[in-house]
Each structure stands twice: as structure tokens, then as C-alpha cells.
């Protein structure tokens, strides 16, 4: 992994101390974290996302993440930034980005 990763996973992880990340076999690393708060429109307190940091991050943008919604099952959410830029977004940004997503959208 390399130390620019590292970095943003460690300042993420000041805001969302759950936040847990695993390198996988081929080189795109799994971000999740438990208890995500959420609006109360979602009916829930929190909710657990799963992204996937793919290979060539950070200048390759994330693509989506998953959530659960029910506790049960993940469902897929295709949410992008507009645009992606590595010399200014990270992984903190874009776990603002997700908040962002509970706040402008309901179930």
C-alpha cells in the first residue's frame, strides 16, 4: 500500500475511528466503516459502507460504494464526484461525498 494511502486512511480514521481498510490480492483496497451516521428521513441512526479504493488510487477515483440498509444485505449506490482531482481529493472527501449522498437523497 502505498504511504500516500496510508496517509488519507489515518486522517480518515481521526473522524471515523471504525473505519476499517484491507489490501486485497489484487491491489484495490476495501474501505468499511460501521455506523456511519445518517438523516433521520433514512429511519436509521447509521448505517455500515463499504468502499472499494481501486487499483491506481488516488488518481483513479472511486467508483461507488455499498451500503446496509437493512442490516442484512449490501446494496451497490453508483455515486461519483463530478470530477476527481489526486492532488486535492482523498478518502476523507470522499467519505464526505457518501454523508452528502444520505443527506440529498431519501429511501
Not at 460501521?34 to 433514512?42: E, F, I, N, T, Y
Not at 441512526?45 to 461507488?64: D, F, H, K, R, W
Amino acid at each position: 500500500m502505498l504511504d500516500i494511502i496510508r496517509q488519507q486512511i489515518e486522517r480518515a480514521k481521526q473522524d471515523y475511528p471504525q473505519l476499517q481498510a484491507t489490501e486485497q490480492p489484487d491491489g484495490s483496497i476495501q474501505v468499511m466503516i460501521d455506523a456511519l451516521p445518517v438523516p433521520q428521513h433514512w429511519g436509521r441512526e447509521s448505517v455500515s459502507s463499504l468502499t472499494i479504493l481501486p487499483v491506481g488510487y488516488p488518481q483513479a477515483a472511486p467508483n461507488g460504494f455499498q451500503a446496509k440498509l437493512d442490516g442484512q444485505n449490501w446494496s451497490g449506490i453508483c455515486y461519483r464526484p463530478q470530477s476527481w482531482d489526486s492532488s486535492r481529493d482523498n478518502l476523507w472527501k470522499w467519505i464526505k461525498l457518501i454523508e452528502r449522498f444520505f443527506v440529498e437523497n431519501r429511501p
